[in-house]
């Protein structure tokens, strides 16, 4: 495969994941999507892969991550 395509499979199991992690956001008000990146990233996910599962750019992923370690504990 070229490196310019993607995966179908790959694709389909990328819009499974970011419908979970929707769901799961509707659900507990109080998961971000810097909560949702560290989740992925703790998963094996590369920083790339993660924002392109939750429909971010790569450049913000810094922020989210900042944002979800200043977050206090509940």
């Known amino acids: 495969m ?3 395509q993607t995966d ?3 694709t389909r199991l990328d819009v499974l994941i970011r419908l979970l ?3 799961q ?3 507990d ?3 971000t999507l810097g909560d949702q990146i560290v989740l992925l990233e703790s998963f094996g996910l ?3 892969d993660a924002a392109k599962i939750l429909g971010i750019d790569a ?5 989210y991550r900042r944002t979800a370690r200043k977050k206090p504990k509940s």
């Open 8 to 10: 179908p499979l790959s």
């Open 25 to 27: 956001r509707k659900e």
């Open 29 to 31: 008000k109080h998961i």
């Open 46 to 48: 590369r920083a790339k």
């Open 2 to 4: 070229r490196p310019d």
């Open 59 to 63: 450049s913000q992923l810094s922020s």
């Open 21 to 23: 992690l929707d769901k």
